[in-house]
């Protein structure tokens, strides 16, 4: 799946990844491949993700996370 992280000053990862965590204000939330759409709320804390490069973590301070057609955009602050 495709993923997309934006902050206000930059664009932090554009990429294929294999799965992505996220601090949802309800939960954390695992995302994988063919993930249902959704829309949520996020609070502080690290997005987690893996791909073929490896292991990586966003330290963000909240923001949104947008599932749709195999896609995942988080506007992070």
């Known amino acids: 799946m495709e993923l997309e992280i934006i902050t ?3 664009n932090l990862f554009n990429g294929k990844v294999k799965s992505v965590y996220v601090p949802g204000t309800s939960g ?3 995302i994988l491949d063919k993930h249902a759409p959704m829309i949520t709320t996020l609070k502080a804390g690290q ?11 966003f330290t963000i301070k909240g923001g949104v996370v947008e599932v749709l057609n195999n896609k995942v955009i988080i506007l992070a602050e």
């Open 8 to 10: 206000p000053e930059k």
């Open 28 to 30: 954390a939330l695992g």
């Open 47 to 57: 997005v987690r993700i893996e791909g073929d490069g490896g292991k990586q973590a």
